[in-house]
Every structure is written in C-alpha cells, then in structure tokens.
C-alpha cells in the first residue's frame, strides 16, 4: 500500500511537531479519514522524513557553526 504525500506529511506533523503519540495518532487518521495505518507504518513514516532531513539539518549545523555571532538563550 502507498499514502500520498500529504498523508504522510498529516502523519509527521501531529507526531513529531503536535507531540500526538503513535496510537494516538493512528485513532485520529482512523476516525476522521476511515485511513486504518499500523503502528509500524506510522514509525516507518516518521523515520523516513528524519532520514531525508539528515542533510539538511546537517547544513543548517555547519552553517550555524560557521557564523561570526552566535546568539542563544
């Protein structure tokens, strides 16, 4: 089975960015989409976007790393 883009995206968003746990987050695309997602599908889906993120996360550290002034609180 393949989930469009914007599923997956709905699936990261509530559990990595709205803190909604896996099973948390498999009720609410059960009960609002009738789109029954395993626990593991979910994981799957959260792990691939922090794999492709790996870059990108890296270039923004080295970019920080790289500036003159740095602010933190």
Do not use: H, K, W
């Amino acid at each position: 089975v393949q989930y469009g883009e914007n599923l997956q995206s709905l699936v990261v968003s509530l559990n990595t960015v709205g803190a909604v746990s896996i099973c948390r987050t498999r009720e609410i695309l059960a009960n609002v989409f009738n789109v029954p997602l395993s626990e593991g599908t979910i994981t799957s889906m959260v792990t691939r976007c922090a794999g492709n993120l790996e870059e990108t996360i890296s270039r923004i550290g080295r970019l920080v790393t790289a500036c003159d002034v740095d602010n933190a609180d």
